[in-house]
């Protein structure tokens, strides 16, 4: 069946470093490419997405980048802050269907 | 702004009990899900319905069943509780893009 992993599932970084994770999809039918941030005790929120006629999103600090061919996609965080340590979600969906296919998820911890 | 409201947030029951998980949305969406989320497994979907009285499985329906009786609620049921089933229940909306909004959470523990 459809499966996105996800990679790494944890990630330690100093304040002001940069932040990389990635994701890999098997349904080549997927076009929205969404991630969530999860703050401790609170719910997912999207923080970003992008779709499979883009190859990368930027905003501020966070972006994204998509491989269609390899299906690959990842989130970039740079600058980062200790507010941005959170678990974090990719996911995958085709927007002819309903279902979301999620990551494992990774937890971030920025050290100040 | 989309409000999803989990009626409990945190549940303790035993082993055999019926457990009702309630939803409600207030932005007329029609597609709602309900999510299990446990440690290194991310988010796993257990049932999702695309309008009322419609109802399909996600990945891991086993165990549970769901009622949508009215638009903006979506119910999760377990007919008898297992200690396997102790874990995160979040519910979602989704918008015709395919963002999700979802609730806080109901953490339920089964002892």
């Known amino acids: 069946g459809e499966n996105v992993e996800q990679h790494p599932s944890t990630l330690s970084v100093q304040e002001g470093d940069s932040a990389v994770i990635k994701c890999t999809y098997s349904?080549?039918?997927?076009?929205?490419f969404p991630w969530y941030k999860q703050e401790l005790g609170k719910r997912p929120q999207l923080i970003i997405d992008?779709?499979?006629?883009?190859g990368e999103k930027k905003d501020q600090r966070i972006a994204v980048t998509l491989n269609k061919t390899a299906k690959h996609f990842s989130l970039h965080i740079t600058e980062t802050q200790p507010e941005d340590s959170a678990v974090y979600f990719c996911?995958?969906?085709?927007?002819?269907?309903?279902?979301?296919?999620f990551g494992a998820g990774t937890r971030l911890f920025v050290k100040a | 702004d989309v409000k999803v409201t989990q009626s409990s947030r945190y549940l303790v029951k035993r082993t055999g009990e019926k457990v009702f998980l309630e939803c409600v949305q207030d932005m007329d969406h029609e597609n709602m899900f309900w999510y299990r989320q446990d440690p290194g497994l991310g988010l796993r979907l257990i049932y999702f319905s695309y309008d009322v009285k419609m109802k399909e499985k996600g990945d891991i329906p086993e165990g549970y069943s769901v009622s949508r009786e009215k638009k903006e609620r979506f119910s999760l049921i377990l007919e008898s509780a297992s200690t396997n089933q102790t874990s995160m229940y979040l519910c979602a909306t989704q918008v015709v893009s395919g963002e999700l909004f979802f609730g806080e959470g109901s953490r339920l523990t089964v002892l």
């Open positions: 996911a995958a969906f085709y927007t002819g269907g309903f279902k979301t296919i």
């Open positions: 992008i779709r499979s006629n883009v």
């Open positions: 349904d080549s039918a997927s076009n929205y």
